[in-house]
């Protein structure tokens, strides 16, 4: 299925771009090439209209790729991101974040990229986040539901630990995950400001 010039109205959104998707065949794996723009998305109501659409011919999730999105707002459940910008491979060597920025999911401000490789037993790669948040009030909600004792002690330090600026860096290192005899090894660093505080930490595990 590929639709090359795109131009259309959906629930009442106007999106624009191009999309193609390929079932698996001749030993190929499933996949997804969309590039994609509009200002509003909603992902549940998306869901829903190609489920309908294409009924029993239910896609298998892509495992190749690329996606360039470029989206107001993107709904999904109670989760409501805004200005996302996202430019993304994926291939059967691992996963290529080229860019990946949200402007404000409750009300944090996001910036990763980097590429993992998963063709060994061990993924190896390393990914680069940038966070800024005026606040934490916004992910209380969210996080009441999905561990509501790590919520309630992050309410009493989101004032003191406010506003939030952090840099950080993760590694995997497959090489020296055989050499020690572990699963994974993985290393990373966080460096910023947390409120009053200068936050620098690094580890590895």
């Known amino acids: 299925i590929a639709i090359e010039a795109l131009n259309a109205e959906i629930d009442r959104t106007t999106v624009l771009g191009k999309f193609a998707y390929a079932w698996k065949r001749n030993g190929r794996p499933p996949r997804l090439d969309a590039e994609l723009a509009t200002p509003e998305l909603n992902i549940d109501r998306i869901s829903a209209l190609a489920k309908a659409i294409v009924g029993d011919l239910e896609p298998e999730p892509p495992r190749e790729g690329t996606l360039d999105l470029k989206i107001g707002r993107a709904s999904y459940g109670e989760i409501l991101a805004k200005q996302v910008d996202a430019k ?99 290393s990373f660093q966080v460096n910023g400001r947390a409120g009053p505080f200068r936050v620098a930490l690094g580890g590895n595990s």
């Open 88 to 186: 993304l491979r994926i291939d059967p060597d691992g996963i290529a974040i080229d860019r990946l920025e949200i402007g404000d999911v409750s009300g944090i401000a996001l910036a990763v990229n980097g590429r993992v490789d998963t063709r060994t037993k061990s993924p190896r790669g390393d990914l680069s986040l940038a966070l800024n948040a005026g606040s934490l009030d916004g992910v209380m909600p969210f996080l009441e539901k999905i561990a509501p004792q790590g919520a309630d002690r992050l309410r009493r330090l989101s004032t003191p630990l406010a506003p939030l600026s952090l840099r950080g860096s993760l590694k995997f290192d497959a090489a020296s995950s055989s050499a020690s005899g572990t699963d994974a090894l993985a």
